[in-house]
C-alpha cells in the first residue's frame, strides 16, 4: 500500500484503510474507511508482485456485501459515516451485512419500518402522522382493514397510529399503511383509549426487540400491561391503574444506563411491594 | 485581516441550505445598518460592519458543511447552537470542537470528524499552541486552525495579527500535530461512552 511520504506521513498512521473483519465489535468514527474480505487479500503482504497465480482467475468469486445504516460505498472501500460499533450478520448467500450501531435519538424513516405516529391533520381522504422525522408522513384511509368509501375508519387528529412505512426515502414524503401485504391489520391501526405515550432512544427500542430480550419477560412477569414499541423511540405502555403505567414508563426509560444486576434490584424491590 | 474579537454569553451557529446574498468570489465581511433611528435630525443611518460573532458562525458552518453529508438530508436544515460556558482562550477552536461532538452525538452522517486548534505567535516568534485569554490578547498573532480527521487536512482558517509565510507553515504543522491528540480524546471518549451499553 503507498503511503504517502512526507512530513505528516507519521499523522496519517491512524487513518490507513483496515479490514473490516478485524473491526467487527469495536467503536468505528466517522471517516474511517474499511476493506472488504476479498481486497485484504489482494493487498496483504506482497500483493502486487507475488499474487499467486490462479488457472481459472476469472471465475474468482464475487460476494455481494450489503452497505448497512451508517456505512457508504467510497469507491471500493467502505467509508463509516456514523459513530458507533461495527456489526455484521452472515446470511446464507453472499457476503453479508455490515452495519454501524449508533447510539441516537433522532429517528429518520426507513422503508418497512413498524412506527408509532400522531395524527396531526386530516385533509380529505389523507391524515398527516407525525412520525419524529422531518416530514409528517401520509396515511390514507384506505390503508385501514375493512375499510373502503362508504366504511370510514374512525380516525380523529390526536390519535395514535401503529403503521409501517411503505415509502421512505430522502428525497419523498414517506407514506404510511395500517395493513400489510394481505390486506390484514396484523396488530397494526389506531391505538386504544388511556394508556401513555413516551420517548426513548432509538438504540434502547432495538434492545427491546432484540428476540431475547429478558427485560420485557421481567417486566411481563411484574404487571399484566399492553405495551406498543415504534421503531421511531416511542413507546406505548398500558396497565390496569395509572400508577402502574408510570412505574413501567419509569423503568423502561432507566433500562437504557442500568445494569442486568441492578435492573433485576429493582424488579425484586418492585414485585414485594 | 483584522477582526475584534467579543466574548458574548451566547453564540448561534446556522447550517441553512439557503445561500447567503453576497456570491462566492466575495471577500467582504457582513453588514448590517438601520435607517432613520433618531427622530430628531432630518436623517440618520447606523452601519455596522464585521461583526465578530456573524463571522465566527460563519467559519463554523462553512467547517460543519464540508464534512456533513447533506445530500442525505435534502430539504432539511440542521440547526447548531453553541452556547459559550466560560472563555478561557482558544474560543473558536472550542466551539468547533463542540459543534462536532454534538454533530456525532446527533447521528448525523458525516465524512470525516474534524477539530480546531489555536496557535499564538508572541512577539519574539515563539509559538504557543492553545494559548490562554492572557496570551492571546499579548500575542503578536493568533490563528486557529479547523482540521479533517481523514488527513490532517485544512478545513478552515482564522487568523489575527501579523506573521510570515514560514510561520504560517511552522503554525499549521504545529496544528496538525496537536489535531492528533483531540482526535485520540474524541476516540476515547466515544469508546467509554459505548462500553457503557
Known amino acids: ?71 457508504r460505498r467510497c469507491g471500493d472501500r467502505l467509508l463509516v459515516t456514523k459513530c458507533g ?59 385501514f382493514e375493512g375499510a373502503t368509501k362508504r366504511n370510514r375508519p374512525n380516525v380523529q387528529v390526536g390519535d395514535l397510529i401503529y403503521g409501517q412505512f411503505v415509502v421512505a426515502n430522502k428525497d419523498m414524503e414517506p407514506e404510511m399503511v395500517c395493513i400489510d401485504s394481505c390486506g390484514r391489520a396484523n396488530g397494526m391501526g389506531v391505538i386504544g383509549q388511556d394508556g401513555l405515550l413516551f420517548k426513548v432512544t432509538l438504540g434502547l427500542i432495538r434492545k427491546l426487540l432484540a428476540p431475547d430480550c429478558e427485560i420485557i419477560q421481567e417486566v411481563g412477569k411484574l404487571y399484566p ?28 426509560e432507566a433500562c437504557e444506563h442500568m445494569t442486568s444486576d441492578q435492573r433485576k434490584q429493582i424488579f425484586s424491590r418492585l414485585a414485594e411491594s | 485581516m483584522e477582526e475584534e474579537m467579543h466574548t458574548d454569553a451566547k453564540i448561534r451557529a446556522e447550517i441553512g441550505t439557503g445561500c447567503s446574498p453576497r456570491g462566492p468570489g466575495c471577500s467582504l465581511r457582513h453588514f448590517a445598518c438601520e435607517q432613520n433611528l433618531l427622530s430628531r435630525p432630518d436623517g440618520s443611518a447606523s452601519f455596522l460592519q464585521g461583526v465578530a460573532e456573524k463571522s465566527r458562525e460563519r ?32 474560543l473558536l477552536a472550542c466551539c468547533l470542537n463542540a459543534a462536532c461532538m454534538a454533530l456525532v452525538d446527533a447521528g448525523v452522517p458525516m465524512r470525516a470528524l474534524f477539530c480546531g486548534v489555536t496557535c499564538a505567535l508572541d512577539s519574539d516568534g515563539t509559538l504557543v499552541l492553545d494559548p490562554t485569554s492572557k496570551q492571546e490578547k499579548e500575542a503578536r498573532a493568533v490563528l486557529t486552525f479547523a482540521l479533517d480527521s481523514v488527513e490532517r487536512k485544512l478545513l478552515m482558517s482564522s487568523t489575527k495579527g501579523l506573521y510570515s509565510d514560514s510561520e504560517l507553515q511552522q503554525c499549521l504543522a504545529a496544528a496538525q500535530a496537536a489535531s492528533q491528540h483531540v482526535f485520540r480524546f474524541y476516540r476515547e471518549s466515544l469508546q467509554r461512552r459505548y462500553s457503557k451499553s
Open chain 1, 85 to 143: 460499533r461495527l456489526r455484521h450478520k452472515e446470511p446464507g448467500s453472499g457476503g453479508g451485512v455490515y452495519w454501524v450501531d449508533s447510539q441516537q435519538k433522532r429517528y429518520v424513516p426507513v422503508k418497512g419500518d413498524h412506527v408509532i405516529g400522531i395524527v396531526t391533520a386530516k385533509s380529505g381522504d389523507i391524515f398527516k402522522v407525525d412520525v419524529g422525522g422531518s416530514e409528517p408522513a401520509s396515511l390514507s384511509y384506505l390503508s
Open chain 2, 59 to 90: 467559519l463554523i458552518r462553512n467547517t460543519c458543511e464540508a464534512v456533513v453529508l447533506g445530500t442525505l438530508h435534502p430539504r432539511t436544515s440542521i440547526t447548531v447552537v453553541l452556547q459559550v460556558v466560560s472563555n478561557a482562550g482558544s
Open chain 1, 1 to 71: 500500500m503507498a503511503e504517502p511520504v512526507s512530513v505528516a506521513a507519521e499523522y496519517l498512521a491512524g487513518s490507513r484503510a483496515r479490514a473490516a473483519r478485524t473491526v467487527l465489535g469495536q467503536v468505528v468514527l466517522p471517516g474511517e474507511e474499511l476493506l472488504l474480505p476479498e481486497q485484504e487479500d489482494a493487498e496483504g503482504p506482497g500483493g502486487a508482485g507475488e499474487r499467486p497465480l490462479s488457472l481459472n482467475a476469472g471465475a474468482r468469486s464475487r460476494v455481494r456485501v450489503v452497505c448497512g445504516p451508517g456505512l
Open chain 1, 225 to 252: 400491561l399492553e405495551i406498543v414499541f415504534g421503531m421511531n423511540g416511542r413507546i406505548w405502555v398500558k396497565a390496569k391503574t395509572i400508577q402502574q403505567t408510570l412505574i413501567l414508563a419509569n423503568i423502561l
